[in-house]
């Protein structure tokens, strides 16, 4: 079989580009999980309970530890990309009501923003849902709408921190860019998303391991200022030039010192979204349990 042959085969089964895979998400919210309060993580935890999926996310994590289903909650809006209780909305008909939730579109929009040479928005909506979210879950008295938009939340703060998030229309934020990897033996040809987004390790990681390597990342990584989505935004378009491989003789090509500072980027981002996450949820939960306490 030719090079070209196999480049083709690799690129056909590559995963459809999402943001970190599971590990990553799941670090940014167990390191979130440190920043918060016992009362703000009994708030979290008691809106979690409610959502639909709960049993699954326990199920997934293989405890019912409050903590590790706050991580799996992280991951739900890649996950219901392939649920068929879900769909997309512009190309599908609307799926059945799930009992719980305030609707059931998937969103693909809400993952990312696009950006042309100037900066400007081209397609994409994660910072403006990132502030309705939020704000949302400030104001809302619905308890199905706080279990709705947390997870969410909590999704989309770690997308925005991912570099190729805050993209360049024209690749479709590295979606379009083929790289040839030869770091990665099971899998050397994929897109340039597909490799930032496996840099957190396998998505199956979970349990202690998961929890040695977030203590890492806390001692690895300083905390950062806590900013707002803008800076968050700006941050990741600013790593943009960076995120992109040099030329090789077929395909831009994966180099072990580009690959030594991907992961530096990627671990370093996953760190700050996390600390981030934490205060924002401490600052919306504690005022909620502050303003509902008789």
Do not use: C
Not at 33 to 58: C, G, I, N, Y
Not at 102 to 130: C, F, S
Not at 174 to 183: A, D, F, R, V
């Amino acid at each position: 079989m030719s090079k070209h042959l196999l480049i083709l085969v690799f690129l056909l089964i590559s995963p459809l580009a999402e943001a970190w895979n599971g590990a990553g998400h799941r670090l940014s919210a167990l390191i979130a999980w440190q920043q918060m309060s016992e009362k703000t993580r009994d708030a979290v935890s008691e809106a979690l309970a409610r959502h639909p999926d709960h049993s699954r996310w326990a199920e997934k994590a293989g405890t019912s530890e409050a903590a590790a289903i706050f991580a799996e909650a992280s991951t739900w809006p890649d996950t219901i990309r392939n649920d068929p209780r879900f769909y997309d909305e512009g190309r599908q008909s609307a799926t059945p009501a799930i009992p719980g939730l305030p609707e059931n579109a998937r969103h693909k929009h809400w993952h990312y923003v696009d950006l042309d040479k100037n900066g400007q928005r081209t397609e994409g909506e994660i910072d403006h849902q990132i502030d309705r979210l939020t704000q949302l879950l400030r104001s809302t008295a619905k308890e199905e709408q706080i279990s709705y938009a947390l997870p969410w939340l909590m999704h989309l703060v770690g997308d925005i921190h991912q570099p190729l998030h805050v993209g360049h229309h024209d690749d479709e934020g590295g979606t379009k860019t083929e790289i040839e990897n030869p770091l990665n033996r099971r899998q050397p040809f994929s897109t340039l998303h597909a490799y930032w987004d496996e840099l957190p390790g396998p998505s199956s990681l979970r349990g202690k391991r998961l929890e040695k390597f977030a203590g890492r990342l806390l001692e690895t990584y300083p905390a950062p200022s806590q900013g707002n989505t803008l800076l968050w935004r700006d941050e990741s378009h600013r790593l943009l030039g960076s995120a992109y491989p040099p030329n090789g003789s077929l395909l831009p090509a994966i180099t072990e010192s580009f690959d030594e500072q991907s992961r530096h980027i990627a671990n370093r981002r996953i760190t700050e979204a996390g600390y981030r996450l934490g205060r924002l949820l401490e600052r919306i939960f504690a005022a909620r349990v502050s303003r509902e306490t008789p």
